[in-house]
């Protein structure tokens, strides 16, 4: 359902390491899902999104990751680096069209040297 | 690629007064704008979906009296938050979408109420 309002949790990683994110959505009926990336102070940067009928996409260092039966997300990032670290947001697309963004709870990636 | 700009990036206001915030596509037409607000170490809240030239639909719980939204034309549409008070103190982020464009986000406005 909508997002209400809960403290992010936080994932540390070393630097060089791969980073698993992971996101529950709740509307069974989204079709689109986009991963963003938030900078302390800054709008959401678009990551990456994935369409209800693929499970699996690549961008560069950058996997999205689909299940819809248990209706879950992630996303990987390979060979983390210092400027990974940032608070990610899965949204999901609920409706047709230019319809609406709503976020997930979000997760802060901190990056050990 | 496209790129939405939002003003001011951060404002400070005393309580009772008004605030004006502008989100403005700058390279396509935006059909359609979201409006959001984040609280501190929170993740966004969707306040408000409006398309140009309509009025705007609020989300559950949104005061639209309070939270008034314009979208007079396909690259500006405004928010003014009216007799702020302290717990209207947030980041309020704009987004954009229209035509082949996904959704673009501005860079926030910081208000603090005091």
């Known amino acids: 359902g909508e997002n209400v309002g809960l403290h992010l949790p936080t994932l540390s990683v070393q630097e060089g390491d791969n980073s698993i994110i992971n996101c529950a959505y709740s509307?069974?009926?989204?079709?689109?899902f986009i991963w963003y990336k938030q900078e302390s102070g800054k709008g959401p940067q678009f990551i990456i999104d994935?369409?209800?009928?693929?499970d699996k996409r690549q961008g560069q260092r950058v996997t999205v990751l689909l299940n819809k039966t248990v209706k879950h997300l992630s996303l990987q990032i390979a060979a983390t680096q210092p400027g990974d670290s940032a608070v990610y947001f899965c949204a999901e697309n609920i409706g047709a069209g230019a319809s609406k963004i709503i976020f997930g709870s979000g997760t802060r990636l901190s990056i050990r040297p | 690629g496209a790129v939405v700009s939002q003003h001011p990036s951060r404002v400070i206001c005393k309580s009772g007064t008004s605030v004006k915030i502008e989100c403005r596509s700058l390279?396509?037409?935006?059909?359609?704008m979201f409006w959001y607000r984040q609280f501190p170490k929170q993740s966004l809240m969707l306040m408000a979906t409006s398309n140009e030239g309509s009025k705007a639909t609020y989300e559950q719980g949104v005061e639209k009296d309070k939270f008034l939204i314009n979208h007079a034309s396909l690259t500006l549409s405004t928010l003014t938050v009216t007799s702020a008070h302290p717990e209207d103190s947030s980041f309020y982020i704009c987004s954009a979408t229209g035509g082949f464009y996904g959704y673009t986000f501005g860079s926030g406005t910081r208000l603090t109420v005091v």
């Open positions: 994935i369409r209800s009928n693929m």
């Open positions: 390279d396509f037409q935006a059909t359609t």
């Open positions: 509307n069974s009926a989204s079709d689109y």
